[in-house]
């Protein structure tokens, strides 16, 4: 009897929680909003106040404009071109040498995974001028694959795909696939990656969004206008700012849209991803 | 035989690519930081002259100043925030919970360079929002860019804009590990919300809660493109008086703007240094927790 008007208190869902969470969801879209707006108007209704809530029927002109000052359909390309090359050679090589650590037997087995989870130690951003000294050396600065093959190594990857095929595939049906004469690239392309695709999947997703949003990197690497990621194009953008006030937030903007459409699309999935503890590093 | 074979081919690509770009660069920082080294002149063995150079140097010691201001007034109100959002977020009758779960994470998303070029504007002197709101309420327009304390917050607001969502979540997913009975017989205990969370939430995300302070601190050490972004005028700097200006830019400016790769290096080894003292201390902690 005198339990259940207590059960009812703490299940109920006090109104500030729902006040709380409204007022974090403005703050996290707001932003993103206000670039709409700016991108949209121009600089004399951007700049009023108080400020414009609408969307102005400027996108087009400014859109043109940041195509006019810098090759930003190229550089969307490049930035689609180093993310999905990321994102999925992240997603195939984690996957296949996690299949390698967790099922796999071969001499120092567990002495080199020991070595893949202390490579996650070493802070490699530091390095940045050894690391352009040895691409000067192979010949690639000013080239994407500068962006793209440093990208592809991922230690936390390979430790997570390591956990996902240990849970997920059996030796029995790794044995049963052997009987059948399957060789061991078949075992894993065949049967092994179909079962653990959504994690490769998800690992592939944040590969993709990192390598989107990089921007140390790149910004040292690529010189010439037409080699630039969408965010160095940003960067290139603010220089003009004298040409717009809006310039450099219609850049921003186009170079975000795509990214806000696919999470509108996979965003759950990312959610789930974390949420499973996959990214706790 | 041939698994043998398969098992080091597979993973072959990651040590190749992890030695060539990772850990070799690593180790090369270490000498090139002992040279005198232009990329386009010579290359002179100097010893520890740079590290000499860099401890007398005062553009050094204030970027390290606000390279820990920023990351003090970032991290700890985020995580802060995380661990409010992340209770609130944990309860079981949530309604529109995905929503707000995903719409947390929208800012990590978003690249830093859109973050900062929004949010310039946003706290613009003359025309930011921010400023306008201010005048409402009879403040003097704020030139955050322009002053010490003022472009600190602003990086400071801008990452945590970026990862308060992302540490929400990792908050979120150690707080649903603790069964649901535990809140509840809490409540029938008579605890209230705030016992609930003082006394049940937060111990119980320790473990967690130390791994985000270790993670923002070194992701702090290595904060580049917000300061590069914001001060146009001398962005190498971040302003004319170096007022923003971050360990990271300025081994940039030192290895890039002035090519200096020796001081550059030099200046990546202290920020090693600092990166294992903030592990070693962490270590030191969970240890006396777990002690505990």
Request: glycine fraction near 8%; proline fraction near 5%.
């Amino acid at each position: 009897m005198t339990t259940t008007p207590r059960h009812r208190r703490l299940d109920r869902v006090r109104w500030w929680t729902y006040l709380l969470l409204g007022i974090a969801t403005v703050v996290c879209l707001f932003p993103l909003y206000w670039m709409f707006i700016v991108a949209t108007t121009d600089t004399a209704t951007a700049t009023r106040m108080p400020p414009e809530i609408v969307p102005g029927g400027n996108f087009l002109h400014l859109a043109g404009l940041v195509m006019d000052t810098v090759p930003f359909v190229q550089s969307l390309l490049n930035s689609l071109v180093v993310a999905t090359s990321i994102g999925v050679g992240q997603a195939v090589l984690c996957a296949l040498a996690g299949f390698a650590f967790a099922k796999l037997r071969f001499p120092g087995r567990n002495a080199l995974f020991l070595v893949v989870v202390l490579t996650m130690t070493v802070p490699t951003q530091l390095s940045v001028i050894p690391q352009y000294l040895i691409m000067s050396e192979l010949g690639w600065v000013d080239t994407l694959q500068a962006l793209i093959v440093p990208g592809l190594a991922s230690a936390f990857g390979i430790f997570w795909m390591r956990q996902h095929i240990s849970a997920t595939i059996s030796d029995e049906l790794m044995q049963a696939a052997r009987i059948d004469g399957a060789s061991t690239w078949q075992v894993f392309w065949r049967i092994a990656f179909p079962i653990v695709r959504p994690a490769a999947f998800v690992l592939g997703l944040f590969g993709f969004v990192t390598a989107w949003n990089d921007f140390l990197w790149p910004f040292i690497v690529l010189k010439s206008p037409e080699r630039y990621t969408a965010q160095i194009a940003i960067k290139a953008l603010q220089n003009s700012y004298d040409v717009d006030l809006g310039l450099a937030m219609s850049g921003s903007f186009l170079a975000t849209i795509p990214l806000v459409a696919l999470f509108v699309v996979v965003g759950r999935r990312m959610v789930a991803g974390i949420l499973e503890g996959a990214f706790k590093g | 035989m041939g698994e043998r074979l398969s098992a080091y081919a597979y993973i072959a690509p990651f040590f190749v690519i992890f030695g060539v770009f990772g850990l070799f660069p690593f180790a090369f920082t270490f000498y090139v930081a002992l040279f005198d080294w232009n990329p386009i002149g010579d290359q002179v063995f100097i010893g520890f002259d740079n590290f000499v150079r860099m401890f007398g140097d005062p553009r050094f010691w204030n970027a390290a100043g606000n390279t820990v201001s920023i990351w003090a007034l970032s991290t700890v109100p985020q995580l802060l925030l995380a661990l409010v959002l992340a209770h609130v977020l944990n309860h079981a009758r949530l309604k529109f919970a995905l929503f707000f779960r995903m719409t947390v994470l929208v800012p990590y998303i978003t690249s830093v360079a859109a973050t900062a070029i929004v949010f310039v504007q946003l706290f613009d002197r003359d025309y930011g929002m921010l400023n306008w709101l201010l005048g409402l309420v009879g403040v003097e327009p704020v030139d955050f860019v322009q002053s010490t304390w003022g472009s600190h917050l602003l990086i400071a607001v801008m990452v945590m804009w970026r990862w308060f969502g992302y540490t929400t979540l990792l908050y979120l997913a150690s707080l649903q590990a603790v069964p649901r009975s535990v809140f509840e017989a809490a409540a029938i205990d008579g605890a209230g919300p705030w016992q609930r969370f003082r006394h049940i939430t937060v111990p119980s995300l320790r473990p967690v809660i130390i791994f985000t302070v270790v993670t923002s601190t070194i992701g702090g050490l290595q904060i580049f493109t917000e300061p590069l972004l914001i001060a146009t005028g001398a962005p190498l700097t971040c302003g004319a008086v170096r007022q923003c200006q971050t360990l990271t830019l300025f081994l940039y400016e030192q290895g890039f703007g002035q090519f200096e790769f020796g001081y550059g290096s030099a200046v990546g080894v202290a920020l090693f240094v600092m990166v294992v003292a903030i592990a070693a201390v962490n270590y030191l902690l969970s240890t006396r927790i777990k002690a505990d």
